[in-house]
């Protein structure tokens, strides 16, 4: 893919102040604003946008509908300007200070929400499928998220149960058959679509919403939004003409080693090069 003409500013890594970094344990996520971190790095990554979604290959995901793409995975590979954005300082900076431990990029990609057309994420936690997919022990995982368009409550926003990591793995149901207009794709397919695989019991979600609520962190792009690997989360479908397409970075502690699982999935969802991130 190409390069890019914006650089991307490299300083010493920032970590998070002990505020945010006490909000992030308390409700399992925290929202940055544009200027405190992703002003910075937006430009270049909306530049590869087109690159990105033109994309043609195993690490590109469709929609049920067949034709709009979904999320593109493997970009801090595929990507230079993606791969440097994944270094920079403010990311791996805050990433580490949450995690305590050096880190390196377990998964990336962007989801392109695309407008009108683009689908849902059931509820879900994310941990379950690294743990049984892929073999991890432990959620020492962070999800980080660079809003690439403004998110509002029309464009299926990021929606949170907050709180909700502090229970852990929620036992939930296993779907083994592939979903609907995805049957003749690779079994990991099945973990990447609008119906999960790993789904949460409602009246499990049900007590969870009952006892904490529900939050959908909207912002500018530019805006970056951290959360746990346990958090019990969601997206609608987008119902507005605007896309709400995100850059995701999955970082995992390096110390946190994916151990043998009967069929490894592909390079672009579960990173086997474990060197850790350097900004
Ligand atoms: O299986 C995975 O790795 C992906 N699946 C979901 C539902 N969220 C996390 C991750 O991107
Ligand atoms: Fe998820």
Do not use: C
């Not at 890594?13 to 405190?36: A, I, K, T």
């Not at 849902?120 to 660079?146: C, K, M, S, T």
């Not at 998110?151 to 299926?156: C, L, M």
């Not at 592939?178 to 999960?196: C, H, I, N, R």
């Amino acid at each position: 893919m190409a390069g890019s003409s914006t650089t991307v500013p490299h300083t010493e890594p920032v970590p998070l102040s002990g505020d945010l970094l006490e909000r992030y344990r308390r409700d399992g996520f925290v929202l940055l604003p544009p200027e405190q971190l992703g002003a910075s790095l937006l430009p270049a990554v909306l530049e590869q946008l087109s690159v990105i979604a033109a994309h043609d290959g195993p690490e590109r995901v469709l929609e049920r509908d067949g034709t709009t793409p979904r999320s593109v995975y493997g970009l801090h590979r595929l990507n230079p300007v993606v791969a440097d954005v994944a270094r920079s300082p403010g990311l791996v900076g805050a990433v580490r200070s949450v995690l305590d431990d050096d880190v390196y990029v377990y998964q990336s990609k962007v989801n392109f929400k695309a407008p009108l057309t683009g689908d849902q994420w059931g509820w879900h936690q994310d941990f379950v499928y690294w743990l049984n997919e892929d073999g991890l022990a432990r959620p020492d995982l962070v999800n980080v998220a660079l809003f690439l368009d403004e998110v509002t409550e029309f464009n299926g926003p990021l929606t949170f149960v907050p709180g909700s990591h502090r229970d852990g793995v929620l036992a939930g149901k296993q779907v083994e058959e592939m979903p609907a207009g995805y049957e003749e794709a690779p079994s990991w397919v099945s973990t990447l679509t609008a119906d999960e695989a790993y789904q949460v019991y409602p009246e499990t979600l049900e007590r969870l919403v009952r006892e904490h609520g529900m939050v959908s962190p909207k912002g500018p792009a530019g805006s970056v939004l951290l959360f746990h690997p346990n958090l019990m989360h969601a997206s609608s479908a987008n119902l507005s003409p605007f896309g709400r397409a995100v850059l995701l970075f999955v970082y995992n502690a390096a110390t946190n080693v994916p151990g043998p699982v009967a069929t490894p999935r592909p390079w672009f969802l579960a990173e086997p090069d474990r060197t850790p991130l350097t900004a």
